[in-house]
């Protein structure tokens, strides 16, 4: 079976910082795409950022120059690494693996971990 487990969220004051991590399982993640997603409160969930299988990475405008992408495939983990925070940041944050195959496309998500960006 297929697990995307999310790690690191919590409560930080606007201008701290944050890594997340995932760790999956199930896949041969080295051949997969990552992505971060977030859902903010009255929010539509958006791509924070993504990494490819080759480590090209893209993120969304709003966190461009404070929060960077990275994997680590001997490990089998994406990490999120935020700084800079501000309360917009606040949102659960979604682990996403992604592949299109010779059989079809591929797509997992993990359970989501809470990021709260507070004074």
């Known amino acids: 079976q297929v697990q995307l487990v999310e790690s690191g969220g919590g409560l930080v004051q606007p201008g701290g910082s944050l890594r997340l991590s995932c760790a999956a399982s199930?896949?041969?993640?080295?051949?997969?795409?990552m992505a971060w997603y977030r859902q903010g409160p009255g929010k539509q969930r958006e791509l924070v950022a993504r990494?490819?299988?080759?480590?090209?990475?893209n993120y969304a405008d709003s966190v461009k120059g404070r929060f960077t992408i990275s994997r680590d495939n001997a490990k089998n983990t994406v990490y999120l690494q935020m700084n800079s925070l501000k309360p917009e940041d606040t949102a659960v944050y979604y682990c996403?693996?992604?592949?299109?195959?010779?059989?079809?496309?591929?797509?997992?998500w993990g359970q989501g971990t809470q990021v709260t960006v507070s004074s």
């Open positions: 996403n693996a992604g592949m299109v195959g010779g059989t079809g496309n591929y797509n997992y």
């Open positions: 199930g896949i041969i993640f080295s051949i997969y795409a």
């Open positions: 990494i490819t299988s080759s480590s090209s990475t």
